[in-house]
């Protein structure tokens, strides 16, 4: 199997509302895929869903494969170690994941110690290098620092690092950049983007704006109240949408010219 990531006929429910309606895409090594749709269509179930994340109320049928080893199915016991080292995610709201009274780096340590045997002060270069790569400034002090002494944008790219620091062979970002300015989501697309560099992790990148996610993705799946409405490469999604859903998502958003 070449696919990094295989999801096929993913359905979920809760009790009779169903979230998701028969799921099915792959991602290839290295590969960003763009995952769209408004509010409530399932973006975060569907992450949540592939992580074995839900909470037992939702009941889950169909398939997926993390690098060739099936993951539906799998206990607790056997996917914690995986999560996070095979697929990590970074929530929706990550800058608000770090605990507020423990120090940035403590936190960095913890959450590598738990699936890795490097020593504290190897886990705290490799850390300040990719602050450095991402040019995060003054990372000595980020490291040092609260997560309350330091803004809610730098939290949630801070969120981003310490999930790429795990080498993920596929990273679910959700929302990654609903806390930033312009110039801030633009800051971490360009990591999520040095990420696939750096380790050849494969990125599916969640987000209701369409053209963010086209600028950076190979392929886009567009969501539509738990069904896949529209999927293929993204400069054919932009350029001749197939489903009426998407010429709307792209007639609603107002185009920036670029000069
Ligand atoms: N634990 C739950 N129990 C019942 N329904 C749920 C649960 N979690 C989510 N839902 C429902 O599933 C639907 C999809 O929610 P989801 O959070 O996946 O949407 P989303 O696309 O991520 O939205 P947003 O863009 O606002 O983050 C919503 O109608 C929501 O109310
Ligand atoms: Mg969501």
Redesign the pocket.
Known sequence: MDEVLTCRDLQVR?GS?Q?LRGVSFSVAPGEILGIV?Q???????LLRALMGLL?P?ASVTGEVFVAGRRWTGLGEKELRPLRGTEMGLIF?DAGASFCPIRTVGAQILESVAAHRREGREEVRRQALDLFQKLRFQDGQRVWNSYPFQLSGGMNQRLAIAAAMLLHPKVLLAD?PTSALDVMGQKQVMEELAQLRKACGSAVILVT?DLRLAAALAENILVLREGAVVEYGPADRVLQAPQAEYTRAMLAAVPRIRRD
């Open positions: 809760y509302q979230i749709g509010s409530g269509s399932g973006k975060s179930t909470e109320t929706q929302e209701h």
